[in-house]
T-cell receptor, first 112, second 114 residues
C-alpha cells in the first residue's frame, strides 16, 4: 500500500471549515483513500473513503485531486467534538483480508 | 448499532503474569485485528485473523499470541507480561473478502504491567 504524508497537527476555529491535507504521491490506480479519526481515549472511527471522485457523507467531504496524488478531508463546520487525530490511509481495492496500516495522523485541535 | 466490545477498559498486571484480552463483535465479521497504540508510534498491528481458527502475524507479534475459536471472539494473549507491553490495545473487526469495508474498533484496553 502507498505511503501517506500528513501534517502532525493543525488548529481550526470552532464553526469554521477544517481542511486536512494528505499526500499520497505514489498511489496506484486501484488504491482507495480512507479517512479515520480517533477521539481521545476511544478507538478509531471510520469517516469516509473514495477512489477518484469526490465523496460526501454526513460527517465530511473528501476531495481527491485529479492526479490522485493528494486529497483533503473537509469538516464543513468544525465543533469542539471534532478535536481528534485524523488518519489518512491508502489501501488496494479488493486486497482481500489485508489489514489497514495506520500512520501517525494529524492532530486537529478545534478552538472555541 | 454495530459493536466491538473489549472485555476490560483498564487492567494492571505484574511482570510475568499471563494476560488475556478479549474482544467480541456482533456483526458476523470475518476479519478481526489487534493493534497496540503508543505515544509517538501510532497504531501498530500485532495479529489479525481472517476466519475462525486462522491467524496471521502483523508487524509486532513478538511476545503475543492469539486465539480465534469462534467467529465473534478474538483473544490476545500475553504469555508472560513485561513492562514494555504497557500500552493501549485496540481490537477491530471488518467484513472479509475483497471489499472496501470499514474497520470497526472497540473502545480499547489500557494495560499497565508493573
Amino acid at each position: 500500500d502507498a505511503k501517506t504524508t500528513q501534517p502532525p497537527s493543525m488548529d481550526c476555529a470552532e464553526g469554521r471549515a477544517a481542511n486536512l491535507p494528505c499526500n499520497h504521491s505514489t498511489i496506484s490506480g486501484n488504491e482507495y483513500v480512507y479517512w479515520y479519526r480517533q477521539i481521545h481515549s476511544q478507538g478509531p472511527q471510520y469517516i469516509i473513503h473514495g477512489l477518484k471522485n469526490n465523496e460526501t457523507n454526513e460527517m465530511a467531504s473528501l476531495i481527491i485531486t485529479e492526479d490522485r496524488k493528494s486529497s483533503t478531508l473537509i469538516l464543513p463546520h468544525a465543533t469542539l467534538r471534532d478535536t481528534a487525530v485524523y488518519y489518512c490511509i491508502v489501501r488496494v481495492a479488493n486486497s482481500g483480508n489485508t489489514p489497514l496500516v495506520f500512520g501517525k495522523g494529524t492532530r486537529l485541535s478545534v478552538i472555541a | 448499532d454495530v459493536k466491538v466490545t473489549q472485555s476490560s477498559r483498564y487492567l494492571v498486571k505484574r511482570t510475568g503474569e499471563k494476560v488475556f484480552l478479549e474482544c467480541v463483535q456482533d456483526m458476523d465479521h470475518e476479519n478481526m485485528f489487534w493493534y497496540r497504540q503508543d505515544p509517538g508510534l501510532g497504531l501498530r498491528l500485532i495479529y489479525f485473523s481472517y476466519d475462525v481458527k486462522m491467524k496471521e502475524k502483523g508487524d509486532i507479534p513478538e511476545g503475543y499470541s492469539v486465539s480465534r475459536e469462534k467467529k465473534e471472539r478474538f483473544s490476545l494473549i500475553l504469555e508472560s507480561a513485561s513492562t514494555n507491553q504497557t500500552s493501549m490495545y485496540l481490537c477491530a473487526s471488518r467484513i472479509g473478502g475483497g471489499n472496501t469495508g470499514e474497520l470497526f474498533f472497540g473502545e480499547g484496553s489500557r494495560l499497565t504491567v508493573l
